[in-house]
């Protein structure tokens, strides 16, 4: 726009503040997501390599990772160029409404377990319990349910599970399905 109006210069600028911007948040998603990992190794639910710091006291086995995972970004832009974004966008999306899937269910099983003394010394109670998290649940199934009838997000019914296998495996395979578990629920 700005080269159109003859503003060369100003164009340069603009880019260079989105690029800017754009390895700015690079960073911050690296950072982020290796120190995540580093935390989840300290607790346990990650592989305990993870939790090895450099001599700089920072995760680098954790932010390589984290690069990696970024990479796949990368290699499917290089291949499939067109969809790259729509594929990742898809299996995010299915593995997001899992997540909800997955707290909604844990939720409703919390409140089930709990007695009435422990219900009436909730801090929050969620509202119309237990209809608005059978509700939610119910609005989920049904916008996977949808995501099969559109060419577009159909792809995600694909995606996501196969995406889920594979954190399935990583789990088995780094050994978390071994951890102690509690012998009360929700402590």
Known sequence: MFERIGLREAAGIINFVVITAALSSCNAGLFSGGRLL??????????????????????????????AVCLTGVVLN????????????????FVGLMVWIAILLT????????????V????YRAPW???SSWFALAFIVLVVVLMGFHEDARVALILGPCLLAIYLAMFYIAGLHRKTKSKTPFQ
């Open 129 to 131: 319990w237990p209809y």
């Open 38 to 67: 580093y935390a989840l190794s300290i607790n346990g639910y990650a592989p305990a390599s993870f939790a090895h710091l450099s001599k700089y006291g920072v995760p680098a086995r954790a932010v390589v990772a984290t690069v």
């Open 78 to 93: 290089y291949f499939v160029p067109d969809k790259a974004f729509h594929y990742i966008m898809a299996a995010v999306t």
């Open 107 to 118: 939720q409703i099983q919390f409140r089930r377990s709990l007695t009435q003394t422990q």
């Open 120 to 123: 009436a010394e909730l801090s």
